[in-house]
């Protein structure tokens, strides 16, 4: 039997069981990302600054959701994106044009993402 058929055969956690399997795999995606990715240090390091300002600087309810949102939406776009890269990586390092298509729109999402941030708190901080 393939380990294809036995992962299809093999029963899957539920419950708590599951939950606590999935937040472990996402727990060693954050590390992982950590480790490898200088732009997820540099947009976490940006989100330490601007989670704090952005609770301080909203008036109210919303205008803090607004401002600390798209910082969460910044992180993650670049998880997405690093996870793209690798696995592009991972398929073939050799040049080849959907290759570089792929982590060039990657990297379109990540941009677009700071321009919602960017455009988000200027909206909010000159009502």
Do not use: C
Not at 18 to 28: D, Q
Not at 54 to 70: Q, S, T, V
Request: net charge neutral.
């Amino acid at each position: 039997m393939s380990d294809a058929q036995q992962d299809l055969e093999r029963p899957k956690p539920q419950g708590l069981l599951r939950v606590w399997r999935a937040f472990g795999n996402s727990w060693k995606g954050f590390k992982g990302a950590y480790r490898e990715e200088a732009a997820f240090r540099q947009e976490l390091a940006l989100a330490i600054v601007l989670f704090p300002a952005g609770l301080w600087l909203g008036d109210n309810g919303i205008e803090r959701a607004l401002l600390i949102g798209p910082v969460f939406i910044v992180l993650i776009v670049e998880l997405l994106n690093s996870a793209i890269e690798a696995t592009v990586d991972r398929i073939g390092l050799e040049r080849h044009k959907l290759s570089g298509l792929a982590k060039d729109i990657g990297s379109a999402a990540v941009f677009t993402s700071f321009a919602l941030l960017a455009s988000v708190w200027v909206l909010v901080l000159l009502n």
